[in-house]
């Protein structure tokens, strides 16, 4: 059982460059979420999901784009990477964020751009 | 918007010594849910406290949610090497989401 794994965990890019990051769970959850992390800003919402086929706007969502074709995965996209861009970027997903939903986290994936 | 405040936000004790980290919100609260992330880790779920007053216990770790349902505490006794990392809130908004604190990194020295 691998809960959430992300990919790629470790990519440079230039200014301009665009990417997708991939997450995928294999717990069955229905709530899928994008986090970036920065020193001293603790974790900030982009993206989040309540199912296949949809998607909502978290605290920090401009400059990324997101899709949940499948209910297993949850792909963040920047189309034209900036260098503000540079973070950690943490996926999580959730079986029922209203009652025991606790939150599991990939190992994350780093972000630089140059 | 929605403000999760958190303090401190470093925190440098003696092994041996009690932590303590405060999460205080604008809002009332749904739940409160806390977080601990190890130096370059990721964040793993500790507990999830719902109730107005409501306090849990983990071995050394008690929480704590506030009276009113707009802040938590977490208190670590005895501290001990393997405490190290930073602690997050996390508060449920109500909307599907969560919202994070700022968090208090711990460094516990031997």
């Known amino acids: 059982n691998a809960g959430v794994t992300q990919t790629p965990k470790f990519r440079v890019l230039k200014t301009g460059q665009s990417m997708t990051l991939l997450c995928a769970q294999d717990?069955?959850?229905?709530?899928m979420y994008w986090y970036r992390q920065d020193p001293g800003m603790g974790l900030r919402l982009i993206h989040y999901s309540v199912g296949e086929g949809t998607t909502a706007k978290g605290e920090v969502p401009d400059g990324y784009n997101v899709s949940r074709l499948k209910k297993q995965n949850f792909l963040l996209g920047l189309e034209s990477a900036a260098p503000s861009q540079t973070s950690v970027y943490f996926c999580?997903?959730?079986?029922?964020?209203?009652?025991?939903?606790?939150?599991?986290f990939g190992e994350g994936s780093r972000l630089t751009v140059l | 918007g929605q403000q999760v405040m958190q303090i401190p936000q470093y925190q440098h004790v003696q092994e041996g010594e009690g932590f303590t980290t405060y999460c205080n919100s604008s809002?009332?609260?749904?739940?409160i849910q806390w977080y601990k992330q190890r130096p370059g880790g990721h964040p793993v779920f500790l507990i999830q406290l719902v109730k107005s007053g409501e306090v849990k216990k983990q071995k050394r770790l008690t929480f704590q949610f506030g009276e009113a349902k707009k802040n938590s505490s977490l208190h670590i006794t005895a501290t001990q090497t393997t405490d190290v990392g930073t602690y997050f809130c996390?508060?449920?908004?109500?909307?599907?989401?969560?919202?994070f604190g700022t968090g208090t990194r711990l460094k516990v020295l031997a």
């Open positions: 996390a508060e449920y908004s109500g909307t599907y989401k969560y919202i």
């Open positions: 809002t009332t609260l749904s739940n």
């Open positions: 999580a997903s959730q079986h029922n964020p209203g009652n025991t939903g606790e939150l599991f």
């Open positions: 717990m069955n959850h229905e709530y």
